[in-house]
């Protein structure tokens, strides 16, 4: 697991332009979210599009809720972190404020999801943002609105020293 020095020292070059169409970083490598190497993980990968950000995802059997359905903290895992992908555009870190998802229709287990995010308005420390989830037919299955509060790296300290074991060994 890298340590919460070697994500920061390189995690505001992650905050460099990014051009239109570039597949962006992901936070860091075991990111819940979008980490590569999490076992546990969704490995989300998102790409700028014009000012939104995108992805194309698919929730598999780690993430069941009902049968055959994805769980509803794991869909709201996934578009918090997309969201977390607009940091890059503005420039700065920012953590979530306050998330709001509404569920339109059950997210299939092994179905590809269209998702896209935007950055509705930002004031001071503020950013409003939206995201959408689509099935492959264009029909909305969950719609996410969140705040975000720009931080400094100090924020990020905070769990410096905190590295309990994992639950179960992988
Ligand atoms: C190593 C790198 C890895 C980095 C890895 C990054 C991965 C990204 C993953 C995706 C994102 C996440 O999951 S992030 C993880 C989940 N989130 C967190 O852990 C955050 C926990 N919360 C906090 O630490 C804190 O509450 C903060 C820092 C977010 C905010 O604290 P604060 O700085 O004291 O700010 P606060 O006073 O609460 O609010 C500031 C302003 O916002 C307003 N405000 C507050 N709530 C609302 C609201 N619901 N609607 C409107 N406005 C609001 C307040 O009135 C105030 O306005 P005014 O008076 O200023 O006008």
Sequence with gaps: ????????????????????????????????????????GHHLVVHRRGEEVHAVHVFDQRHVGAPGIAHGGAVATVLD?????????TGAPAVTRQLEVRYDS????????????????????KLFVEAE??????????FASALFLRVDEAHFRQG????????RPI
């Design 81 to 89: 972190d997309l969201f977390g992908f607009l940091l890059y555009l």
């Design 1 to 40: 697991m890298t340590s919460v020095e070697e994500i920061l020292a390189t995690w505001l070059d992650k905050f460099k332009p990014h051009e239109d169409g570039a597949l962006l970083p992901p936070h860091h490598d075991h990111c819940l979210a979008c980490g590569p190497d999490n076992p546990h």
């Design 106 to 125: 059950p997210v299939l287990l092994g179905v590809a999801y269209e998702l896209v995010a935007k950055i509705v308005r930002a004031e001071g420390r």
């Design 160 to 167: 410096a020293s905190n590295s309990p074991p994992l639950a």
């Design 133 to 142: 989830m689509r099935d492959t037919s264009g029909g909305l299955v969950a």
